[in-house]
């Protein structure tokens, strides 16, 4: 594990770069001050970069579209990988047809839809329609009434043996500097306790997020895993699966890991990045930027 003082030097080494998104390209008060500079760095140097992110509250296009209102315009549709097209895979594979109830925005349904399934909401479920439900999905914390819904869900699987997917596997999210709210992975995890069966978790730290982003790379051009690095700024999620799949790993401290506390979770948990540096953020000076 070595401390880097400039995210240059990340660049510099590897041919792809992964990154996360909440906590290391933007924050709850928007974009990570001067991250423009790290992607105007990889474009002058010719860098391949993604955006690997368990969040599929909406679609790759429009996640996209969410950093061209903040002025970052080098993310487009095609550099965003969701766990949300995993969840997409698996329906297209598993599921042909009857009724996807799921939890979360209109706007995450859009992973269901796109495999030509039926969509509905956990809280228009009911006698009329419940036996034709094949599959339930947790997409995204917002968007349903947390009693009702919550409680509907856990009766829906009480009665249907169905397959239950988790497409964004995060527990907790911040909200500002001291306060972080429930993610839709947390909700999942309480219902998969209360109901006592094995969900299906699509996201990082699982491995299969990094084949599918490894295995979208490799379909058009020749890579091994020592040209990638994962930056994340979470231990449990980002840094793990990127650990597990055999990447190296960067930990940046301007998220869910403050610099006061990442040696005591290293330690705590075990789970060591390659690299610890305080951000994302490419210094430029005699760069010619």
């Known amino acids: 594990m070595k401390s880097i003082d400039n995210f240059k030097s990340v660049i510099d080494k590897y041919e792809i770069i992964f990154f996360d998104a909440f906590g290391v390209i933007k924050t709850y008060q928007g974009l990570v001050p001067g991250i423009e500079k790290t992607f105007a760095y990889l474009e002058q140097q010719n860098k391949e970069y993604y955006i690997v992110t368990n969040d599929a509250s909406r679609s790759p296009a429009q996640l996209a579209e969410s950093y061209h209102k903040k002025g970052l315009n080098a993310i487009t549709a095609d550099r965003v990988i ?22 979360g925005t209109p ?7 796109s495999s030509g399934l039926k969509t509905l909401p956990v809280s228009q479920i009911d006698s009329s329609n419940i036996d034709k439900v ?3 999905i947790f997409l995204d914390d917002e968007g349903f009434d947390w009693c009702n819904d919550l409680n509907k869900t856990v009766n829906l699987l009480r009665k249907r043996t169905i397959p239950v997917i988790v497409a964004n ?11 972080v709210s429930i993610a839709i992975g947390g909700i999942a995890s309480m219902i998969e306790n209360i109901v006592g069966k094995k969900f299906i978790r699509f996201g990082k730290p699982d491995s299969q997020m990094f084949m599918f982003a ?18 994340g700024d979470t231990l449990q999620t980002d840094i793990l699966g990127g650990n597990k799949f055999g990447l190296d790993t960067v930990l940046v401290l301007s998220g869910n890991t403050l610099p006061g506390e990442a040696e005591t979770r290293i330690n705590a948990t075990g789970i060591a990045p390659t690299y610890i540096c305080e951000n994302a953020v490419v210094q430029l000076d005699g760069l010619g930027f």
């Open 134 to 136: 094949s599959a339930m």
């Open 82 to 103: 969701s766990s949300g097209m995993l969840t997409k895979e698996y329906l297209d594979l598993k599921v042909n047809d009857g009724i996807v109830a799921y939890l």
């Open 169 to 179: 596997t995060d527990h907790a999210y911040p909200l500002s500097v001291n306060d």
């Open 214 to 231: 490894y295995d979208l790379i490799r379909e058009y051009r020749p890579v091994s895993k020592k040209q990638i690095v994962m930056v």
């Open 107 to 113: 706007e995450s349904s859009h992973y269901i839809e």
